[in-house]
T-cell receptor, first 116, second 110 residues
Framework: NAGVTQTPKFRVLKTGQSMTLLCAQDMNHEYMYWYRQDPGMGLRLIHYSVGEGTTAKGEVPDGYNVSRLKKQNFLLGLESAAPSQTSVYFC???????????????FGSGTRLTVV | EDQVTQSPEALRLQEGESSSLNCSYTVSGLRGLFWYRQDPGKGPEFLFTLYSAGEEKEKERLKATLTKKESFLHITAPKPEDSATYLCAVRWGATNKLIFGTGTLLAVQP
């Protein structure tokens, strides 16, 4: 089925470890996003990309890096994980045209990350 | 400050008891208001997009409406399977970024 695929689904890290979350979409969407979701805080934008080779900071970018080497993939990296990064991470994608997103932004199923 | 506020935080209904969820926003230059449904352990699932005041959209037991400052998600004769968290988000300015509210947790009891 077409959509957004996130890997891994679950991960436990020790403080200071690094990891990369992978997001892949097969809808040829231009825009891709990384959000984190915490209780009582809603979904907050970490970084986003408006096309292959581009990235930009969102609302809460500190402690994260991203790369978009291929149009279909958007990677989120944690160089030195901290307990404050314990969260559920969602990737999403949308087409270039705002009206083209009438069908909504498509979200992946999430990665639950725990940093101990 | 651009902001999206949803109320109530939680709502418990009996099956068949209609109600409404509210989403108020203070962003300028609104370029779309989105409603999503999120089930536990899953990503948000798209429901509706509204673009201008007075616009309405329906899907099964759900109806979304939009005014200049808020949107309502009306749930008519809900069923237990409508239980979920309902998220509201707005797109504004010259980007495709979304600002999300914190959601309304809806529980429909049989």
């Amino acid at each position: 089925n077409a959509g957004v695929t996130q890997t891994p689904k679950f991960r436990v890290l020790k403080t200071g470890q690094s990891m990369t979350l992978l997001c892949a979409q097969d809808m040829n969407h231009e825009y891709m996003y990384w959000y984190r979701q915490d209780p009582g805080m809603g979904l907050r934008l970490i970084h986003y990309s408006v096309g292959e080779g581009t990235t930009a900071k969102g609302e809460v970018p500190d402690g994260y890096n991203v790369s978009r080497l291929k149009k279909q993939n958007f990677l989120l990296g944690l160089e030195s994980a901290a307990p404050s990064q314990t969260s559920v991470y969602f990737c999403a994608s949308s087409p270039l045209s705002p009206r083209g997103a009438d069908g909504g932004y498509t979200f992946g199923s999430g990665t639950r990350l725990t940093v101990v | 400050e651009d902001q999206v506020t949803q109320s109530p935080e939680a709502l418990r209904l009996q099956e068949g008891e209609s109600s409404s969820l509210n989403c108020s926003y203070t962003v300028s230059g609104l370029r779309g208001l989105f409603w999503y449904r999120q089930d536990p352990g899953k990503g948000p699932e798209f429901l509706f997009t509204l673009y201008s005041a007075g616009e309405e959209k329906e899907k099964e037991r759900l109806k979304a409406t939009l005014t200049k400052k808020e949107s309502f998600l009306h749930i008519t004769a809900p069923k237990p399977e409508d239980s979920a968290t309902y998220l509201c988000a707005v797109r504004w300015g010259a980007t495709n970024k979304l600002i999300f509210g914190t959601g309304t947790l809806l529980a429909v009891q049989p």
